[in-house]
């Protein structure tokens, strides 16, 4: 009898998980047909009785008094709007590939009931995505932040591609040692920062793009003082930087937030005239960067120092 009265509140509480929620209550009528159909006895007695002990034991079940009470699932782990944020990164990312994209969708789809599951899936619909093919980024990104945790280096090679779109090892299969300090992502990818033995310097890498990835017995002693949000800052669209440089920018007004979204709010500003503001930012001075400059249409422009103005008038005057 305590088997079968067990069975009945187990299955009532998937039911009222997996079907129901605000859009969509059961009636108690709807609850007895469903046990029925799994073969479990109840009436509404019992409906009554074991929807009270769930409650009473903490789980958030909405009853809708009237003629016919309607029950269905309060909150839950995860919000709609909450998956649907997490639905939409996962469908986005450019790290994850297509396949597993959909398996992390489903496993999120189930943390809802089957009526937003199934928005979930119409909303972060893949067809249009562009997705990587490393289906090893998943045990790539687990080795590494092992590496991390446990300090210690890592050995991977990195690969590239001809224009033929073949894929190929970089440096004829070079294979890289690094001192492993954090994964970071930016612009919809992971990237790995850490002390290259080969560059003899930081730098970092596209996760999706590595290969071959070891964990080496060999530890290190990471450089305490090292900033990695203060790294990244600096690299525009993380395109590789050999030397950073102080660059004052002249900004019309507007485009405060774009200076505050790539640099943050303790970037150094002060009132320009009316109309502009002036930015003091560490920056890659790469062709990325005078890129970045050129898109704005003359919003914003370098003023200083002398060399990069001078770059960006060079590069300005071939397009002419």
């Not at 997996?18 to 609850?31: G, K, M, Y």
């Not at 599951?117 to 119409?122: D, G, H, K, S, T």
């Amino acid at each position: 009898m305590q088997n079968s009265t067990n069975m009945r509140i187990l299955e009532l509480l998937q039911f009222l998980y997996e079907r129901t929620d605000e859009n969509h209550p059961a009636t108690v009528s709807d609850i007895i047909a469903h046990l029925n159909e799994k073969g479990i006895q109840a009436v509404r007695q019992t409906v009554y009785a074991d929807t009270n002990a769930l409650i009473d034991a903490g789980i958030d079940i909405v009853v809708v008094k009237s003629t016919q009470n309607q029950y269905f699932m309060g909150s839950r782990l995860f919000e709609y709007p909450e998956l649907k944020m997490l639905t939409d990164a996962v469908a986005s990312s450019k790290i994850i590939s297509a396949r597993k994209s959909e398996e992390l969708v489903q496993k999120l789809c189930r943390l809802t009931s089957t009526h937003q599951a199934e928005q979930l899936r119409q909303l972060a619909s893949l067809s249009s995505r562009v997705k990587p093919d490393n289906e090893q980024v998943y045990y790539i990104i687990d080795a590494i932040q092992t590496a991390i945790l446990e300090k210690r280096q890592i050995q991977f090679q990195y690969y590239e591609y001809t224009p033929e779109k073949k894929r190929v090892l970089k440096h004829g299969g070079y294979l890289y040692q690094l001192d492993p300090y954090a994964l970071e992502w930016k612009n919809d990818h992971y990237y790995l920062i850490g002390f290259s033995h080969k560059h003899q310097r930081m730098a970092h890498f596209r996760v999706d793009r590595l290969s071959g990835i070891k964990i080496l017995p060999s530890g290190f002693t990471p450089d305490e003082d090292f900033d990695v949000a203060g790294y990244t800052n600096k690299i525009v669209d993380m395109f590789a930087a050999d030397r950073t440089v102080s660059v004052e920018l002249l900004c019309e007004n507007k485009l405060m937030k774009t200076i505050i979204d790539h640099y943050g709010e303790a970037v150094p500003t002060r009132t320009y005239d009316e109309e502009h503001f002036t930015a003091n930012i560490e920056v890659d001075p790469s062709g990325t960067f005078y890129g970045w400059v050129f898109k704005f249409m003359g919003g914003i422009q370098i003023i200083a120092p002398h060399e990069c103005v001078e770059e960006m008038k060079r590069i300005a005057h071939r397009f002419l």
